[in-house]
């Protein structure tokens, strides 16, 4: 089991990003997939959830709800994170993440497959 996060880049406070996590030997679809970020200096924290498909539930932490979106696209086995109204306290160093064969939410926050990360960085 792989998972590839890409989308990272630098955009101005304000801007948008589009994070993309896609799976290797494993169809996303059937499980949760979370996406957590680390800033430098502090630890790892969870940013957000997308359970299976059938599960159909999203979560988002306090820092990021309204903000941010998580979605799925089963054809692409991919997920995404939406991210809007960008802050300087959203660069980051993103992940996403999977404790598979769970599929629920909340599930992530205990994961174990892990894909390599890519770096939100937010100007002010």
């Known amino acids: 089991v792989q998972l590839q996060a890409s989308g990272g880049g630098l955009v101005q406070s304000g801007g948008s990003l589009r994070l993309s996590c896609v799976g290797s030997r494993i169809t996303l679809a059937y499980y949760g997939v979370g996406w957590f970020r680390q800033a430098p200096g502090k630890e790892r924290e969870w940013v957000s959830c997308?359970?299976?498909?059938?599960?159909?539930?999203?979560d988002y932490a306090d820092s990021v709800r309204g903000r941010f979106a998580v979605s799925r696209d089963a054809t692409k086995n991919t997920v995404y994170l939406q991210m809007n109204s960008l802050k300087p306290e959203d660069t980051a160093i993103y992940f996403c993440?999977?404790?598979?064969?769970?599929?629920?939410?909340?599930?992530?926050?205990?994961?174990?497959?892990w894909g390599p990360g890519t770096l939100v960085t937010v100007s002010s």
């Open positions: 993440a999977g404790n598979f064969p769970e599929r629920t939410c909340e599930s992530v926050r205990e994961s174990d497959y």
């Open positions: 997308i359970g299976s498909a059938t599960e159909n539930t999203t």
